[in-house]
């Protein structure tokens, strides 16, 4: 059921990628959100009157608790082994930034968290990338939110501008290996950004308590 006030304050992390960017058009574009802040770590190129941003350094997320004062995060953060440049440097921001702004938010009293992880998270997981976003899930999970809303997706589909050689494959291959994954493998179909970020926007009006995980079963 939607949330009945319909003035709904979002903060927004990861604004400036894939998900994150669809996000912040559903949300700037949907009335049922009265005002939208953005944390990031380089500026936005359109401000409109509706948007807050701050733009912050990560390891200092704490000089910021001023931008918690909101209904519902909405966690698009996420990195790359290659962009980040080692396992360690990839999970600071896929676990220890994530756990972070959750911690912060739960300290504001924010009732919902919404975080973008992966299909296959798993903190017990012996694939590294699976382990890191189980671990950002459970940190996440344990803290006092009415609600959590952890959306799984596989391979993201989306217009990107810098070259991921590993995903170009994936997509490259994925009408092909989509035709295999019916029934429980059905939610390692990719999936379009877009429908991630409608999915997710809904979400975060939405008054259900508990913590959720959600597929994409395309
Ligand atoms: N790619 C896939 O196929 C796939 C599949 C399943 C799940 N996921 C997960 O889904 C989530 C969203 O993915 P996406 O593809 O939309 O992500 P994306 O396009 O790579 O965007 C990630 C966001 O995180 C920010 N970010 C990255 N490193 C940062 C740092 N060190 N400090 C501060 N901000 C940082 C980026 O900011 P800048 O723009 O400044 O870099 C950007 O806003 C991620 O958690 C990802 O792991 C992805």
Redesign the pocket.
Known sequence: MANSSMEIRALLV???????GHCLGELLYDNDFSAVTVL???PLDWVPPKLTVHVVD?DHLRDHAEAFNVDVVLC?????HR??GSPEAFA???HV?VAELARLAAARGVPRFLL????GADPSSPVFYNRI?GRAEAAVSELPFKAVHILR????LGQ?WEP?PA?DWGKQFAPLWSWFLWGPLGRYRPVS?ETVAACMVELAKSDQEGVHIHYFNT
């Open positions: 990861g604004a400036t990628g894939l998900v994150g990031t770590r380089r990560f698009c953060l996420g990195t790359t962009a980040a600071k921001v896929d930034y973008v992880s992966a299909v976003k997706p596989s391979l993201l990107r991921r995903e950004a």
